[in-house]
């Protein structure tokens, strides 16, 4: 299942998020962060059954810190919602997966 997830870098953003013709949720999130390793397998559950209509992609704050700070993200996890290479809805911490699959639906 965690196949289904990206896992992103400062460079690859742009091509896998911003020009990506499909909508796409990014995880900013680090290895030491508990409510991280909450939310993933969720993430990696939604990125299976929502597959071919919305890309999951993770990045790690840590290793891929100037993205994070181009979206002035600050705090973990934090999930951005991109359509069109906008970003249409922002959930700031480990929240239920029913929460996360309604922000789901929305986008799509």
């Given at each position: 299942?965690?196949?289904?997830?990206?896992?992103?870098?400062?460079?690859?953003?742009?091509?896998?998020?911003l020009?990506?013709?499909?909508?796409?949720?990014?995880?900013?999130?680090?290895?030491?962060?508990?409510?991280?390793?909450?939310?993933?397998?969720?993430?990696?559950?939604?990125?299976?059954?929502?597959?071919?209509?919305?890309?999951?992609?993770?990045?790690?704050?840590?290793?891929?810190?100037?993205?994070?700070?181009?979206?002035?993200?600050?705090?973990?996890?934090?999930?951005?919602?991109?359509?069109?290479?906008?970003?249409?809805?922002?959930?700031?911490?480990?929240?239920?997966?029913?929460k996360?699959?309604?922000?789901?639906?929305?986008?799509?």
């Amino acid at each position: 299942m965690a196949g289904d997830v990206i896992e992103l870098g400062d460079a690859e953003f742009k091509r896998e998020v911003l020009e990506s013709a499909e909508p796409v949720l990014v995880d900013f999130t680090a290895t030491w962060c508990p409510p991280c390793r909450v939310i993933a397998p969720v993430i990696a559950s939604l990125a299976a059954e929502y597959k071919g209509r919305m890309k999951m992609a993770k990045l790690n704050v840590d290793d891929h810190p100037a993205t994070p700070e181009q979206y002035g993200i600050r705090a973990i996890p934090t999930l951005l919602f991109f359509k069109g290479g906008q970003v249409v809805k922002q959930i700031v911490g480990a929240v239920p997966r029913a929460k996360l699959e309604e922000a789901v639906r929305q986008v799509l």
